[in-house]
């Protein structure tokens, strides 16, 4: 074989070598997808500009032209790798990695749930916040912060009139004048509290000796009425033993006895409230504990009267005492 047949032959595997690399390195990089999306605003980048997938180059815008049937919208017709998982929450945008870098398009990776996008479809998009609308919105605000700065002005120069005003109220308040009339009050006091002090000093002692002998009529009005109930307790048990007695002998009587018994009850009721009245008149301790002690004769009285004569209860007149007869007398 001649030489320049060899080097032929050797060019031509070289080439097929090189084809073969290029076919076996586009398909490792895997198939191209096409995308859309559309945007008012694409200042900073070309065809041929990075497409970017959460910050991972994945492909490349290849054209950029007016959308026909919204021409206030760019359409931008983008290429990336098909194992690039774009969803339908995926969002496309205009950006750059640092205030300087160059600007590229940038996909969102969506949510994990929604679903792909078929090839060909287009992908929702977001527009980018320029100097522009900053200056715009910047410009918007700054007569609302000039009125805010103006407001605080005014409130401000309120705020010192009145703190001078206080400032003048307090040195009047201060003032020499106002000084010697404190002074001139306090002594006055002190020589009003030095006088009469006498005088306090003897009718605190009167209120101690008032509120001593109160608590010592308290106390003996108190030991009064617990006498009064246990008397009116024994009575009542006199009462019920001859009402058990009587009952043996006549059946009105037990009607009478039950009547004295609510009688009874009603008078121990009738001293609980007098003992409540005694607690809250302390004032009138001294009447009520007269009241209270003729009550108690009375009672007793009843008691002692009862015991001597209980026909007294069935009959209107005692029976006359019989006479009685004298031993040895003549017939």
Same mark, same amino acid.
């Given at each position: 074989m001649s030489k320049e047949l060899k080097v032929g032959a050797f060019v031509i595997s070289s080439l097929l070598i090189l084809l073969a690399t290029f076919v076996y390195v586009d398909q490792l990089s895997g198939v191209r997808v096409l995308y859309k999306t559309y945007l008012r605003h694409i200042g900073g980048v070309d065809p041929g500009s990075p497409v970017r997938f959460g910050g991972m180059k994945v492909g490349a815008i290849t054209a950029i032209r007016p959308w026909p049937k919204d021409p206030t919208k760019i359409e931008v017709v983008l290429e990336v790798r098909g194992a690039v998982p774009v969803n339908a929450d995926s969002v496309a945008s205009v950006t750059s990695l640092s205030p300087l870098g160059d600007k590229y398009l940038e996909i969102s990776t969506g949510t994990n749930k929604a679903p792909r996008i078929p090839p060909g479809a287009t992908i929702p998009s977001t527009e980018p916040v320029s100097i522009d609308d900053l200056a715009k919105q910047a410009s918007a605000l700054i007569p609302t912060v000039q009125s805010t700065l103006q407001d605080m002005q005014k409130n401000i120069d309120q705020l010192t009139g009145n703190a001078q005003v206080v400032l003048a109220n307090l040195q009047?308040?201060?003032?020499?004048? $106002?000084? %010697?009339?404190?002074s001139a009050l306090l002594a006055n006091a002190r020589e009003l509290l030095?006088?009469?002090?006498?005088?306090?000093d003897r009718v605190l002692q009167n209120l101690e000796r008032a509120s001593s002998q109160a608590s010592a009529a308290l106390n003996q009005a108190s030991g009064a009425l617990n006498e009064v109930q246990t008397a009116a307790q024994t009575a009542n048990n006199t009462f019920a033993s001859a009402g058990r007695t009587i009952d043996e002998i006549r059946?009105?009587?037990?009607?009478?006895?039950?009547?004295?018994?609510?009688?009874?009850t009603d008078a121990r009721r009738l001293i609980a409230d007098l003992k409540a009245v005694v607690s809250a008149n302390r004032?009138?301790?001294d009447e009520t504990?007269?009241?209270?002690?003729?009550?108690?004769? $009375?009672? %007793?009285?009843?008691?002692?009267?009862?015991?001597?004569r209980p026909w007294s209860l069935l009959r209107g007149k005692p029976v006359p005492d019989r006479a009685v007869p004298v031993v040895g007398a003549r017939q």
């Open positions: 009047s308040m201060t003032g020499p004048q $106002n000084q %010697r009339n404190f030095d006088k009469e002090s006498p005088q306090i059946d009105p009587l037990k009607t009478d006895l039950a009547e004295m018994q609510r009688t009874m004032y009138n301790i504990l007269d009241n209270f002690r003729a009550a108690s004769e $009375n009672l %007793r009285d009843l008691t002692a009267s009862v015991k001597q």
